[in-house]
């Protein structure tokens, strides 16, 4: 039987309970489970069983172990307001038994773990699950054939298909790469600083591998003896590939019917993933709230995590727990001056008008239309001096960074609108359309809208990346949403480029996986202004009275 610890309360509990505009926390105690799995290993988990009646219980799974970053910032806050929480490892991570097969075998792990919970004597009957990021995940894997007894689902910027993120535009995205040096065993020891030399010596190793030409020989030698599974996830780029489909869980979408809380953030890597979740459940009837945070993907425990665990807790408290719903509306945004929320029934918004920019020769952004001769313009992209990510969409170093270096480059063409005359903002998905055609059949697009202030500083706001050959016709590109505010004497940019390396592998223009091209051609790409066929759609809202 495995022991329980003594009731603790720690003071970061209460302070971060008074921050979240939480109730006072309640200790709890501590106990170490093995949790069967159908193959016969375990799982460890701990449980959080707090000192007074419990609310409910709430599940929560993930691969990076169960030590103070993760538990602060899952077990700690809702154990101390009075909910019992399993957190159990995925196998072959932390102290689970098992191989670790990251995404593949997390659906009948998290049956397997609900399975076990109805055989406990203190199982009330119902469940809620919570989490982010691949904790998130783990909740649609489960979601896929939702449990009888679940009551209430949390996600927190976390993607129901792992694939999509991978090879979803068509070319490679390459944090996968260095997110595995964060999922695994235990450490490598006790000692905090070793693990920093050893983590350091795996990025740089990372690094390495995604600037080799080609790429999947020198993963293939990094990876030897460690993290086999990356191999597979590198060399299919085939979504089809029925390798990918224990990553893919949309008909978690389709199924689930229990209350579930969304919380994304307008520049997180799961963006699309997080709204199309709350878009489906909507359109199904299904009670469904969305909170979207001016946040990037590691905010989850830092700048966002005051604000998550509050309105997770009072949804649970809602739904698990059977307290009156302490939100103002379905629908909560920040706007990305991370001061100001907005309260909404849905989103988008309903009360939206279009402004539409047209684009013009000598990078000009106006509402005329431009002359139906007007010159187009071109770039070349050059996959052996890739154009570079500036911030945006990004697990590390993202987000509303600067990115007026764009405007130096020559593998980039940028549109600047005249100084606004008022204020101009934008709630919803940004649409370009491009009169776009390339030299070479294989072409990827970076478009992005940023905004430029008085001083010339730019600032990036809402981007989109995807693959799209050699367009005959023009494109239709839906960048991810944002709330954002266009000050009065600002500068609307777009930015359109051939690529965002090492955001996404560099396009060798040949077709082919480009992971394993040998050579590297560079590729023409030319923008037509005439005939108005290029233009940039803004969803917008007039200023407040």
Known sequence: MSETSKSTLPLWSRWHARRAQLP??????LRPVRIPMRDGITLGADIYEPAVPSKGVLLAVGPYGRGFVYTVGFAWAFAGQGYTVVFASTRGTADSDGVLDPMRTDADDSHDIVSWLREQPWYGGRLATIGGSYLGFTQWALLADPPADLAASVVVMGPHDFSRHTWGTGSFRTDLIGWSGGVGGPPESRNPLRNMKVRR???KGAEAVIDAVPSLPAAEAFFVGKRAWMRDRLSRSDLSDPYWSPMQHARALENISTPTLIVAGWQDIFLPQSLEQYARLRQRGIDVALTAGAWVHADILLRGGTTIARES?????????????AR??????QMTDRKTWLDFDQWPPLDLASKTFHLHPEGRLATERPEPDAAPASFVYDPGAPTPTIGGNLIAKGGYVEDSAYIERTDVIVYDSDPLDGELTVLGAPVVSLDHTAERADADLFVRVSDVDPRGRSTAVSETYVRVGSATEPVALTLNDTAHTFRAGHRIRLIVAGGSFPQFSRNPGTGENPLAAHELFPNTHVVSHARAASTVRLPTRAPSA
């Not at 807790?313 to 719903?325: F, Q």
Request: aromatic share 10%; net charge positive; hydrophobic share 45%.
């Open 328 to 333: 103002s509306a379905p629908v909560r945004v």
């Open 313 to 325: 807790v009072r949804w649970l408290d809602a739904h698990l727990a059977g307290m009156p719903l």
């Open 201 to 203: 010596s795996f990025d």
């Open 24 to 29: 006072k926390p309640t200790p709890w105690r």
